[in-house]
């Protein structure tokens, strides 16, 4: 089915982009859905010896960035706003956010994630508008 490839390449785009060699997630997209996961590790830890704010914001980001894109078959979608909560700290483990489109406008779209922890407790949430872009998506951004 055209769209299944559409979600395998748009996994494979994600995982080639160079920041991702750095954090290691994993990640499954589905239709107006998309399921971002990595493995804490201590060099994700800020001073007080859990992990930073930013890797929250990174997978809450993503997953809600590529449920969006799930939609969009032939352009990037950019985020245009995120905003995020933090509810708890982790500090081992896994995080897996789940991201869900709410609003699929002409050209900008509204999604929500949410970040649990291995034990199934949510430690943040996230919401953001992303564009729908006039950037085509292409083999040399990874879209293969």
């Known amino acids: 089915m055209v769209q299944d490839e559409h ?11 160079p920041c991702n060699d750095y954090f290691q997630p994993r990640i499954v997209v589905s239709r107006g859905r998309a399921e971002v996961a990595l493995t804490v590790r201590r060099d994700f830890y800020h001073g007080a010896g859990a992990v930073h704010g930013a890797v929250y914001f990174k997978v809450l980001d993503d997953a809600a960035f590529f449920a969006c894109n799930s939609l969009v078959p032939d352009r990037f979608v950019l985020t ?3 905003q995020v909560h933090l509810i708890r700290p982790i500090s081992e483990g896994d995080m897996s956010a789940v991201g869900e489109v709410v609003q699929n ?6 999604a ?15 919401s953001g508008t992303f ?3 006039r950037c085509q998506l292409t083999r040399e951004m990874g879209y293969l």
């Open 80 to 82: 245009v706003q995120f």
């Open 7 to 17: 979600y395998r390449r748009l996994e494979r785009m994600y995982l080639s982009a």
């Open 112 to 126: 929500e994630s949410r970040v649990y922890d291995g034990r199934d407790r949510e430690i943040g949430r996230g």
């Open 131 to 133: 564009q729908k872009s």
């Open 105 to 110: 406008g002409v050209t900008l779209m509204v």
